[in-house]
């Protein structure tokens, strides 16, 4: 696919039912401003917040709303509207709206056309925070995401119902910045949740370290890589250029990501002095502390005196080392303490200890699912305080700490 200038493109809007939309009409004017075609459809709840005449008028084109309109089917059918943009924006992207795309539904024009599109799809969600929050629109997202849609915001912040969180509509300028880049940027990364961290340099690590005892044995722990690679996923999402560092793990390579693989601490501290200068260090790796001072080059065999005793030295802390770097330490330094006991306490020691800037913090402790499974519940411990984040899966644990990376450099000169 080639690239499309915004002020050639054609596109295809679907606007959802929610108190959002009258920022579309907002969004139809920018767009049309910088020379895009606007094809507006709208949703039954849609016209319940914004009159189709508002959107016909500032697109300057018929609004379709109607599956089976026999005038609109005869002047333009459903398949041919779905296929003749070069981009599809769903706008405000309710909840419900989500749910019947993930399910694959096309039980109204706009279901229809997003079944019905080879294009590319844009949406920018907007709901009450807990129903954004809610396991089921968080599977439908992450099942849509693994589709291939792409996502703008949501923002967070004060909500028309009076709650405070994420889920407010990306505002119209984000989203315009989304599909400019959507369509700059046609086989590129899915998430366009802007560009904000174009231009900036991301070393992630993840996963486990091995310690070698001899050629077949090693120390080692229970760390997945999930998380690490996540951060390293949306990073790139948010525009960055990523230096993924990670031990040996099962799950696939992120795309766009430059990924060194290491097995020890002292590979990946190598790896990551290696891989400066850098805008930021995301510390997701769970490093083995301790290695045996001496390995064996051959392997240890049973012999009559029994077990053998490991004598142990301890490992750098690449985290405290680059947070402490005198030249060269990142802007921004974010490391991760799992603990089985006392989180907050023990993270707090680990802010002050390792000198860097976020910490974030999660149970580990006998019954949670961090290691190895798919979510996780995280406490952020910085300067300014704790923040409770509710229980997420790894992957908008990683989007939510990509946005607030983006917000530390912003602050940063
Ligand atoms: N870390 C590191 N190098 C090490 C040990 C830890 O860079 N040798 C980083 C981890 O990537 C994580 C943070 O330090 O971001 C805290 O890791 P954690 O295992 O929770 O803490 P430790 O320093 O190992 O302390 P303890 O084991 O006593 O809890």
Redesign the pocket.
């Known amino acids: 696919m080639t690239p499309i200038p915004i002020s050639a493109a054609r596109v295809l809007l679907i606007i959802g039912g929610g108190i959002a939309a009258y920022k579309s009409l907002e969004l139809i004017r920018r767009l049309r401003d910088q020379g895009a075609s606007v094809q507006v459809v709208m949703t039954a709840s849609a016209r319940e917040f914004i009159t189709p005449l508002s959107a016909s008028t500032l697109s300057g084109q018929p609004v379709r709303h109607d599956l089976f309109s026999l005038t609109d089917e005869a002047l333009i059918g459903h398949i041919e509207l779905s296929r003749s943009a070069d981009l599809v924006v769903v706008a405000p992207a309710t909840a419900n709206l989500l749910a019947r795309m993930t399910g694959g539904l096309a039980d109204d024009l706009a279901t229809t056309l997003l079944l019905a599109t080879d294009k590319r799809v844009l949406v920018a969600p907007a709901m009450n925070v807990r129903m954004w929050l809610h396991p089921a629109t968080q599977r439908n997202i992450d099942q849509l995401k693994a589709d291939g849609v792409a996502f703008v915001g949501p923002d967070e912040g004060p909500m028309a119902c009076g709650e405070y969180g994420p889920g407010r509509m990306a505002e119209p300028t984000a989203i315009v910045e989304a599909i400019e880049a959507a369509l700059a940027r046609p086989g590129d990364s899915q998430d366009f949740d802007g560009v904000a961290l174009s231009g900036r340099h991301v070393i992630v690590?993840s996963g486990p370290t091995y310690e070698p005892i001899d050629p077949v044995r090693f120390i080692g722990n229970r760390s997945s890589g999930r998380q690490g690679h996540a951060i390293a996923q949306a990073a790139v999402g948010a525009g960055a250029k990523v230096t993924l560092i990670t031990g040996p793990v099962a799950v696939p390579d992120p795309p766009g990501v430059t990924v060194v693989r290491v097995e020890t601490?002292r590979e990946m501290q190598a790896a990551v002095e290696a891989a400066l200068p850098a805008d930021a260090f995301i510390?997701?790796?769970?490093?083995?502390?301790w290695r045996v001072d001496r390995v064996e080059t051959e392997k240890i065999k049973k012999g009559e005196y029994g077990a053998p005793t490991l004598h142990l030295v301890e490992?750098?802390?690449?985290?405290?080392?680059v947070s402490k770097k005198t030249s060269q330490r990142p802007s921004v330094v974010i490391?991760?303490?799992?603990?089985t006991e006392q989180v907050v306490a023990?993270a707090k020691t680990?802010l002050r200890r390792?000198g860097c800037d976020l910490i974030i913090a999660n149970s580990v402790a006998k019954g949670t699912t961090t290691f190895g499974g798919d979510s996780n519940e995280v406490l952020v411990i910085s300067a300014d305080g704790i923040e409770s984040w509710p229980a997420m899966t790894k992957i908008s644990v990683a989007e939510r700490i990509v946005a607030r990376l983006a917000t530390e450099l912003a602050k940063r000169p």
């Open positions: 690590t601490a510390s997701a790796a769970a490093v083995a502390d490992n750098p802390d690449i985290l405290a080392g490391g991760f303490a799992a603990e023990h680990k390792k």
